[in-house]
Nanobody
Framework: QLQLVESGGGLVQPGGSLRLSCAAS????????IAWFRQAPGKESEGVSC????????NYADSVKGRFTISRDNAKNTMYLHMNNLKPEDTAVYYC?????????????????WGKGTLVTVSS
């Protein structure tokens, strides 16, 4: 069983940066395609970014393209979401997730494992 734990959330001013981490345990993260999702208050969950098992393929929601970067370090069993130029509309609980599929997918129903989330608040 794969366990995922997010960290790195917090309060940041508009235009600022944060790096979210997701530490995996129980099984090697290298076995999985991985993704980040977010859910803002009163809104449905949104796929933010994904990276394939090989690390070759990535994808981003249009709302974060050019500002967010997903990465993985299989040696550390950890995935990351680097967030730059943050906007108030990026405020949400961010979740990491993993899928047994090798490809980069951002559908919530494609995911097999989920973390419990970390809150990101963008406000002045």
């Amino acid at each position: 069983q794969l366990q995922l734990v997010e960290s790195g959330g917090g309060l940041v001013q508009p235009g600022g940066s944060l790096r979210l981490s997701c530490a995996a345990s129980g099984l090697p993260l290298a076995y999985y395609g991985i993704a980040w999702f977010r859910q803002a208050p009163g809104k449905e969950s949104e796929g933010v970014s994904c990276i394939s098992r090989s690390g070759v393929s990535t994808n981003y929601a249009d709302s974060v393209k050019g500002r967010f970067t997903i990465s993985r370090d299989n040696a550390k069993n950890t995935m990351y979401l680097h967030m730059n130029n943050l906007k108030p509309e990026d405020t949400a609980v961010y979740y990491c997730a993993a899928t047994v599929q090798a490809m980069c997918v951002m559908g919530r129903y494609d995911m097999d494992y989920w973390g419990k989330g970390t809150l990101v608040t963008v406000s002045s």
